[in-house]
């Protein structure tokens, strides 16, 4: 496992939308050691494909529940509304509140390509949709509010 450098706001890769993931092989399995690696190493409760310079549809969560890895992750459900701060590790020192679902439902799939499902309420429904915008090139300080 390696730590990788993370993307800062400027670099236009933040703002690319990434390709799905069809390959479930070796390289793709490194890349999400590494990204939980990275993610713990700069103390974030999650990290996206493109802050690591990988135009791909993947992220890795730990809202302190344990490493959750989503590949292709899409939302399926959102339910209720949510008003809180969101930081992220590609804008160090900075945060702003955001309107997100109370709770959401994602379809994914793990390393190996089999199908998961993650529900997700409070923090970590947060932090799913702020991944998942990630991967089209969304930042939360397009969504804050103030
Ligand atoms: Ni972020």
Redesign the pocket.
Known sequence: MAIRNIVKQGDPILRKVCRSVLNFDEKLAVLLDDMIETMYDADGC?L?GP?VGMLKRVCVIDVGEGPIELVNPVIEKEEGEQFESEG???LPGQSGVTKRPARVTVHAQNRNGESVKVVGEGLLARALC?EID?LNGVL?IDKVIK
């Open positions: 999650g996206a802050q992220c590790l590609s702020h990630h939360y």
